[in-house]
Nanobody
Framework: QLQASGGGLVQAGGSLRLSCAASGRIYSINGMTWYRQAPGKQREFLASSTVQVTNYADSVKGRFVISRDYGKNTVYLQMNSLKPEDTAVYYC???????????????WGQGTLVTVSS
């Protein structure tokens, strides 16, 4: 299970920090990723993190930072210099292996709403 939190209302230029914690029967987690979906638009990739590498969408590079606490099975998204066009529901995704010998499967959080006012 993934639980996302940290969304809310913020003025343009402000910052928010989103969290997404994985819980339950977890053997290991590979990649953890943040997406968002604005009204009337498709879900958009924002940032991903594995042990080896992090990747960012051009739209958020330099403003958003993804980080992980491996001990807590949690991924964060620090969002700075927020713009009204960042308004969306933000979702986290994790590739989770629930036991030795099992395959990684995708799990999604429930989404957290971020609203940026101008």
């Amino acid at each position: 299970q993934l639980q996302a939190s940290g969304g809310g209302l913020v003025q343009a230029g402000g910052s928010l920090r989103l969290s997404c914690a994985a819980s339950g029967r977890i053997y290991s987690i590979n990649g953890m990723t943040w997406y968002r979906q604005a009204p009337g638009k498709q879900r958009e990739f924002l940032a991903s993190s594995t042990v080896q590498v992090t990747n960012y969408a051009d739209s958020v590079k330099g403003r958003f930072v993804i980080s992980r606490d491996y001990g807590k099975n949690t991924v964060y998204l620090q969002m700075n210099s927020l713009k009204p066009e960042d308004t969306a529901v933000y979702y986290c995704n994790a590739e989770v292996k629930m036991g030795w010998g099992e395959t990684y499967k995708d799990y999604w959080g429930q989404g957290t709403l971020v609203t940026v006012s101008s």
